[in-house]
């Protein structure tokens, strides 16, 4: 076992540091925050959440665990901590998960390996079968983000972060120096959209429900939602005209299918579309990240400010369950980024963004916020935690 005082060490868009304490902390946070909404009329009993260590697919397992009772499979794609080296946040994250959930009598599974592969498939519908309640699952949630997926044909796919008309050229904030300066990015070839819509398009959630259908896993009534995002025009060429877009369009006509394979379950599928916030996979993306800082400026003004856990607690609580209906828009998608898209947000922000320098970027943006955010992924800057004290960095995950 190995002690470590732990502190952030910060490259570029990526924190190569995580702390322990500082994961689980927030993990209990969002607990708490769960524990003081109403409980979950009609909720999940049994759910699986692929890609459930970070962001939305995180406060998805937490808001079904501890807002329903839930007992939750977790699949993700972690490193444990070795020696004087920590793991990811994502593992820490889990560790905290299980602990929370063995304190509150909750039943608790994970698998850390790749999710896209055959092998995890079969082994999530052991534990299913085997562990969870009913041997059945009534709510499947499907958050992967990855930047490569090996495919069933044995061929590794890579993602890329392009624009698919021309060039691209916008205004973007450079986190690691604090600097507003411009970038260039060149347009993705045929072969970069399509590798693109095999790692991040709808493909691999559908043959997961299909193999959850084959195996009889699926409780009636059963539920399953991806994420998504869509954002506002300032993003679409990197975002939603690019090779992310295209793929989360994949997505959506995966959505389609599943819906009418869930129908013979009497159950549902369905994309929600999801609020910007401060992720590891967002922070990569050029222009979001000023984006965000003026919009988290925006809506603290405005009250209307939602982290991962809020927006899931929301579409949980409203929508899905307490005997709501989902609100869908034209394409048939659910909106809960609904309040970032509401037209007096956004003509905020249209309003500040050609002023936004280095020199202004306080001014209009809410830049402490994101960072703090960003650390905070990480599991530093966490209220509550002696960040001088050395912690365990060797953490088992144990079911419970």
Same mark, same amino acid.
């Given at each position: ?238 975002? +939603?005209?690019?090779?992310? *877009?295209? @793929?989360?369009?994949?997505? &959506?006509?995966?959505?389609? /299918? %599943? $819906? ?57 609580? +409203?929508?899905?369950?307490? *005997?709501? @209906?989902?609100?869908?828009? &034209?394409?048939?998608?659910? /909106? %809960? $980024? ?63």
């Amino acid at each position: 076992m190995s002690q470590q005082v732990v502190k952030p060490r910060v490259r570029g868009f990526i924190c190569i540091t995580s702390h322990p304490e500082g994961c689980a902390a927030q993990v209990r946070e969002q607990a708490a925050y769960v524990k003081s909404r109403p409980r979950l009329e009609g909720g999940p009993k049994s759910v699986l959440v692929i890609g459930a260590s970070t962001g939305y697919g995180l406060a998805s397992r937490i808001a079904a665990a501890f807002g329903s009772g839930a007992a939750t499979l977790g699949i993700f794609f972690e490193r444990p901590g070795e020696g004087d080296k920590p793991g990811s946040p994502g593992w820490y994250n889990s560790v905290g998960f299980h602990r929370a959930a063995k304190q509150h009598n909750l039943k608790a599974f994970s698998l850390n390996g790749d999710a896209f592969s055959a092998e995890m498939k079969q082994q999530a519908i052991d534990i299913i079968k085997n562990k969870m309640p009913g041997g059945k699952v009534d709510l499947v949630v499907y958050s992967l983000a990855s930047p490569r997926r090996t495919a069933r044909d044995g061929v590794t796919y890579k993602s890329v972060l392009k624009p698919t008309g021309a060039p691209f050229h916008a205004k973007n904030l450079d986190t690691d120096r604090k600097v507003v300066n411009d970038v260039t990015l060149e347009t993705a070839t045929a072969e970069d959209i399509a590798n693109t819509v095999k790692v991040m398009g709808g493909e691999d959630w559908e043959w997961w429900m299909n193999d959850l259908d084959q195996a009889k896993v699926l409780a009636p009534g059963c539920q399953t939602v991806a994420y998504s995002y869509i954002g506002p025009q300032v993003t679409w060429p990197i975002y +939603k005209d690019g090779t992310i *877009g295209k @793929a989360k369009e994949d997505l &959506e006509r995966a959505g389609s /299918r %599943i $819906d009418a394979l869930m129908k013979l379950h009497r159950g549902r599928a369905f994309v929600s579309v999801n609020k910007a916030v401060v992720t590891q996979a967002s922070s990569a993306i050029p222009v979001v990240p000023l984006y965000v800082s003026l919009l988290f400026k925006v809506m603290k003004a405005k009250g209307t400010h939602e982290g991962c856990i809020e927006q899931i607690q929301r579409l949980f609580e +409203k929508q899905m369950y307490n *005997g709501n @209906a989902l609100d869908f828009d &034209e394409q048939g998608r659910v /909106r %809960i $980024d609904d309040w970032e898209m509401a037209p007096d947000v956004q003509e905020a922000i249209f309003k500040v963004w050609p002023l936004v320098t280095t020199e202004t970027l306080d001014q209009y943006g809410d830049f402490a916020g994101y960072q703090s955010d960003f650390l905070k992924n990480f599991g530093f800057g966490v209220a509550g935690v002696d960040y001088e004290v050395p912690t365990e960095l060797e953490l088992p995950i144990e079911d419970v």
